[in-house]
């Protein structure tokens, strides 16, 4: 799914290297796994698309891409940003403004198709786009949340039947 949403997001904004932040579990380690509470990582994967590049390419390589940085999930974000020198904006998403979240559970609504579009007023979110796909049962839903200020709904929702 990470890869088809990495394509269509180079499609549509006719560019060929996007970094998307993607969620990890954070449960890592041995003396977590009785913890109570949300242990969740954002790591940043950068993607890139090579003109007339098959799919099968590109999926193998994200595949790499993501099983080596969930290798490196542990590594502290500050230490990251700081070796980056990276400008700190606490209202952001860090390294990316594009999010990617695979959950294994079923999502609280859902919409017509296997497809809502949520969009986001609220400055406790932090990318301009997020991805929420949910794999339950027999099939695949998700939800693409929005900054409304950035895109409008009918930009959202022809980015979403692209991607079904």
Same mark, same amino acid.
């Given at each position: 799914?990470?890869?088809?949403?990495?394509?269509?997001?180079?499609?549509?904004?006719?560019?060929?290297?996007?970094?998307?932040?993607?969620?990890?579990?954070? =449960?890592?380690?041995?003396?977590?796994?009785?913890? @109570?509470?949300?242990?969740?990582?954002?790591? *940043?994967? +950068?993607?890139? %698309? &090579?003109?007339?590049?098959?799919?099968?390419?590109?999926?193998?390589?994200?595949?790499?891409?993501?099983?080596?940085?969930?290798?490196? =999930?542990?590594?502290?974000?500050?230490?990251?940003? @700081?070796?980056?020198?990276?400008?700190?904006? *606490?209202? +952001?998403?860090? %390294? &990316?403004?594009?999010?990617?979240?695979?959950?294994?559970?079923?999502?609280?609504?859902?919409?017509?198709?296997?497809?809502?579009?949520?969009?986001?007023?609220?400055?406790?979110?932090?990318?301009?786009?997020?991805?929420?796909?949910?794999?339950?049962?027999?099939?695949?839903?998700?939800?693409?949340?929005?900054?409304?200020?950035?895109?409008?709904?009918?930009?959202?929702?022809?980015?979403?039947?692209?991607?079904?």
């Amino acid at each position: 799914m990470l890869s088809l949403w990495n394509v269509l997001l180079g499609r549509l904004a006719a560019v060929d290297d996007l970094v998307i932040a993607v969620a990890a579990d954070g =449960r890592d380690r041995e003396e977590f796994e009785s913890t @109570s509470g949300m242990f969740v990582s954002l790591l *940043p994967l +950068r993607l890139s %698309l &090579a003109g007339g590049e098959r799919f099968a390419d590109v999926l193998r390589r994200n595949h790499r891409l993501h099983a080596e940085a969930m290798r490196h =999930r542990s590594f502290p974000l500050g230490r990251l940003l @700081s070796t980056l020198r990276a400008p700190m904006a *606490p209202e +952001r998403t860090l %390294l &990316a403004e594009v999010t990617f979240s695979y959950m294994n559970f079923a999502p609280a609504a859902g919409g017509a198709d296997g497809f809502e579009a949520l969009p986001v007023g609220n400055p406790s979110c932090k990318a301009d786009l997020a991805i929420f796909v949910s794999d339950v049962g027999p099939r695949m839903s998700f939800a693409l949340e929005y900054y409304a200020d950035l895109f409008d709904a009918a930009r959202i929702e022809r980015m979403g039947r692209d991607f079904l």
